[in-house]
């Protein structure tokens, strides 16, 4: 078998793996208790490692924040000299099993959605969106808020989700996703349909479970008004279907891609652990308001490209015609980067349909070698977090070059004879 | 219309191919032109030994 019949077969075997995984959502739990290696005085963050003295400034606020939210400090000052001093572990949520929207901050307390893949034996977490909260640039005010938002994610939604959840059968991500494409989501930036289909395969749960009636007002409050809310189940079940495909041999394919802000990270499944990084892009799109520009946003941050990762979001782009008005494109534009997806991925994923391309699946499974080769990266779609903290707009962008580059690098050394 | 003398531009109203930057369309849309827009960047520097390393990979 050649070198090129070798890298072939192995990323067959990755895009069958995501095609062959079967990810249910089962449960609401504290990081605490579910994540391997979880401690008290860590705190995760998303995108790859970076050290915190690095870190853009919401990811940096926010992992003090999380520290003092923690009970583990009571001022600011002692909580960053601890964090200098090495006294707060802070790692990427990705080397935990899990996966963190926007700066991606997930401490002890954090409620996760936990969604487990039985045939891959694989888990995928997520956080629980805290909603909206921009337009407050007081930094006081906007920190004061998200801890507020924080502690009744714990307090209360964790909770009442959790024991709704686990009072029914475990619900099939899967088939929320390929229902959603079909109602105008491409299930990154716009997750209206797939949450309303959450909302109603859990309804009844959370009246049979919750029998505080303000407590039901609010949750079902929340899930009113976060239109975003299922992209946290497509999240965890992206992590925990990217993570089936670590560490095959030979493969060239992508097993995950993410950002915090400065840097754009990817891991390659025949590479193993190692992160290829290069600066992140910045993002071209459209501010909630107008008192919003470029010199407010903070460039390309999040753990929520796992969906591109498993083919979805940007690399399905034209399933969602309305998130065009956000890049100021065209339906014609969509369908040409999916075609464009096309060109640098393994196969279609044919559990996920695009409708309105006569049903083609989705592009799935990145492989550095076509990235290179065709000279086109993933496109990202993704929100838009202001420097202050807070999501001000949404559009999208493309995985720098560089990152693809260097994996490509890297393989050549360790799979080429010498 | 017009008439330019330009054979091209006589008669018919311009349909225009915009090939890369896209803000070149875009204001000729904004005059009411049909613009197909072509996406396009200049392809990056060529780099010997990483194409000899994609041929081998390929």
């Known amino acids: 078998m050649t070198l090129p019949d070798k ?30 290696g979880m401690t008290r005085a860590t705190v995760l963050h998303a995108g790859p490692p970076i050290a915190w003295q690095d870190m853009c400034n919401p ?32 790692a990427p949520c990705h080397e935990y099993g899990a996966v963190g929207g926007m700066a991606g901050i997930t401490s002890a307390s954090s409620p996760l959605a936990v969604v487990h893949d039985p ?9 629980l969106f805290q909603g909206p909260a921009s337009g407050l640039l007081n930094r006081d005010e906007y920190n004061n808020e998200a801890r507020k938002r924080w502690r009744w994610l714990e307090t209360v939604l964790g909770p009442v989700l959790g024991a709704a959840i686990r009072s029914i059968p475990p619900i099939p991500v899967k088939p929320m996703i390929a229902r959603a494409l079909e109602m105008g989501d491409e299930c990154h930036n716009r997750n209206s349909a797939g949450s309303a289909v959450i909302l109603n395969a859990i309804a009844l749960a959370l009246y049979d479970t919750c029998t505080d009636r303000a407590l039901l007002q609010e949750t079902l409050a929340y899930l009113k008004v976060n239109e975003q809310f299922s992209l946290c189940l497509s999240m965890a079940a992206g992590k925990a279907m990217a993570d089936s495909i670590k560490n095959i041999p030979y493969s060239t394919v992508v097993s995950a891609m993410c950002r915090n802000g400065v840097e754009f990270g990817i891991k390659v499944s025949g590479l193993g652990e ?61 369908v040409s980067t999916v075609q464009s997806m096309q060109l640098i991925t393994v196969g279609q994923l044919m559990e996920f349909k695009i409708p309105t391309m006569d049903f083609i699946g989705v592009p799935a499974g990145i492989d550095i070698r076509k990235v290179v080769q065709q000279g086109i990266t993933p496109v990202i779609d993704t929100a838009i977090a202001h420097c202050k903290g807070g999501v001000i707009g949404a559009g999208q962008t493309q995985a720098p070059e560089g990152c693809f580059t260097a994996a490509l690098r890297a393989f050549g050394k360790a799979y080429q004879p010498s | 219309m017009t008439d330019t003398g330009n054979p091209l531009l006589a008669g018919q109203p311009p349909c225009v191919v915009n090939v890369g930057i896209d803000l070149f369309a875009e204001t000729l849309r904004q005059q009411s032109i049909t613009v197909v827009q072509v996406l396009w960047k200049p392809p990056p520097p060529q780099d010997d030994d990483l194409l000899n390393l994609l041929d081998s990979l390929i």
Do not use: C
Request: a negative charge; charged letters at 15%; aromatic letters at 8%.
């Open chain 1, 7 to 36: 890298i072939a077969a192995a990323n067959n075997e990755a895009l069958s793996r995501f095609a062959a995984a079967r990810p249910v959502w089962v449960d609401v739990r504290p990081a605490i208790d579910v994540l391997p």
């Open chain 1, 59 to 90: 990811q940096k606020m926010g992992v003090v924040q999380a520290v003092l939210h923690e009970g583990l400090a009571e001022t600011e000052a002692e909580a960053e000299q601890m964090i200098l001093q090495g006294q707060i572990v802070v």
């Open chain 1, 119 to 127: 045939v891959h034996n694989r888990y995928g977490y997520s956080q």
């Open chain 1, 274 to 334: 190692q992160w290829f990084t290069a600066p992140a892009n910045r993002i071209e799109g459209l501010y909630f308001s107008s008192e919003w520009g470029d010199a407010d946003a903070v460039p390309d941050i999040g753990d929520s490209s796992i969906m591109e990762t498993i083919g979805l979001g940007g690399h399905a782009q034209a399933a969602a015609p309305a998130l065009q008005q956000f890049v100021n494109g065209s339906f014609a534009r969509a």
